[in-house]
């Protein structure tokens, strides 16, 4: 493997990433299973629901004995008896006829909607007023409307939100085969980092990126396990990479910040050309921050691990994990949309002012959102985005910032006052 430094755009960085297979399957119970991707239909047992229940507390009817039903003409039924969520009805109910029935009791026989209690006046002695029409199938959960017996209830790459997990436990599925999450190893490097216990002393710092990085790999779904500060010496970093890589079960993806860039103590590059099956796919990316970002793939049989040079700057390996790295990982994961921007958390914002920019990469700008100003005529329109501008090796950007806005490479700026999607970080 030899070095090289040829900046890709972000799209064709995004293509690398979209290369990598996902992760293949594992069963989980149903209570970790929140977050997780489908990797095979969930096949429904029986009907749900097994019956027409009702959908709500009132009177199971036939919709035709309410037709025309309103508050001065209202309609008069008869009522046969009440039907309890534990008691099915044992009796038909005869045209003219009703039954008072609660929330997820089963529809007698004969009834074919359900008619609000408010919209009823129990008239006594077995006669009830209805004041309103009802359609057929009205408030009325239908045999079969969630799941139909033999069918997937939920189909492979759905992500398991709690609704999801809900229909699980409503089929008797508690058990369930998902896609694995990625297991991701994080590495510091650089002779002048100390843990953050440690008081520098001049020319030194204190390690943050094994920390946010961790934190950005766990709020992805995924598990992350930091080795802490390699130093900048060739054989210290080829041990630690071979560690993250298959020591401890090994990582399916390695974090390894700091040593990306091209300066005389970078020696990513030059440690991956000592693991065997690695192959360099990018050193460099049209991205601001976070330039000097590497891609790898260490091909082994059976499948292949990836491994991220990320820049030390704090603020570039952030942005550069937000963009590239968080999508991903869930990606692997099994998120078929982890890449598509149009369905991350966003709103649509106003800046506040100009942001210049260098045509040719992409610029995601810290930003803090505030109202708009409601003093005017008018609502104000959308939030305003104030630009937190400032060097990548600086942490204020980042805590001050609600959001990032993207800046297209074909751009050369955003002009103050212009609408964009903020990406909420």
């Not at 309103?70 to 045209?95: K, M, Q, S, W």
């Not at 963009?323 to 078929?336: I, K, Q, T, Y």
């Not at 040719?360 to 109202?371: A, L, S």
């Amino acid at each position: 493997m030899t070095g090289f430094f040829n900046v890709l755009s972000v799209e064709a960085f995004t293509e690398l990433l979209r290369a990598f297979p996902p992760l293949g399957p594992e069963t989980v119970d149903l209570h970790r299973a929140d977050g997780r991707v489908l990797a095979a239909d969930v096949i429904a047992p029986e009907d749900l629901p097994l019956t027409d229940r009702a959908g709500m507390d009132g009177y199971a009817v036939r919709a035709a004995d309410l037709f025309g039903a309103t508050e001065t003409n209202p309609a008069y039924l008869e009522c046969d008896g009440r039907v309890d969520i534990e008691h099915p009805a044992t009796f038909a109910v005869a045209p003219g006829r009703c039954a008072a029935i609660v929330t997820g009791g089963v529809m007698p026989e004969g009834t074919d909607a359900v008619i609000m209690v408010e919209h009823t006046q129990d008239l006594g002695a077995g006669t009830i007023e209805m004041r309103r029409a009802v359609a057929p199938g009205e408030n009325v959960m239908l045999r079969g409307e969630d799941a139909v017996a033999g069918t997937p209830a939920l189909a492979a790459g759905a992500r398991l939100r709690p609704q999801e997990v809900g229909m699980l436990a409503a089929v008797g599925a508690t058990e369930v085969r998902v896609h694995r999450a990625p297991r991701v190893v994080v590495i510091s490097t650089g002779d002048e980092l100390v843990a953050p216990q440690v008081t520098p002393r001049p020319g030194q710092v204190r390690d943050v990126n094994s920390h946010t990085l961790a934190a950005l790999v766990r709020r992805a779904g995924c598990e992350a396990r930091c080795l802490g500060i390699v130093p900048d010496h060739l054989d210290a970093l080829e041990a630690a990479l071979r560690e993250a890589l298959w020591g401890n079960g090994g990582g399916d993806v390695v974090l390894l910040s700091g040593g990306s860039s091209v300066g005389v103590r970078d020696l990513t590059v030059a440690a991956l050309s000592r693991i065997e099956g690695a192959e360099l796919l990018a050193h460099g990316v049209a991205i601001s921050p976070g330039k000097p970002t590497i891609l790898a793939r260490v091909r082994e049989d059976g499948g292949c691990r990836a491994v991220w040079g990320l820049p030390g700057q704090v603020t570039s390996a952030q942005v550069v994990m937000f963009v590239l790295g968080m999508p991903f990982l869930r990606h692997l994961s099994g998120r078929a949309d982890a890449f598509d921007r149009s369905l991350w958390p966003a709103r649509r914002v106003r800046l506040a002012r100009n942001v210049a920019s260098r045509q040719g990469r992409e610029d995601w700008v810290r930003v803090r959102i505030e109202p708009a100003d409601r003093t005017g005529p008018g609502d104000g329109g959308p939030p305003l985005a104030v630009p937190l501008l400032g060097k990548s090796g600086l942490l204020r950007t980042l805590t001050g910032a609600d959001a990032v806005v993207r800046i297209p490479a074909r751009a050369e700026g955003l002009v103050a006052g212009s609408e964009h999607d903020a990406y909420l970080i």
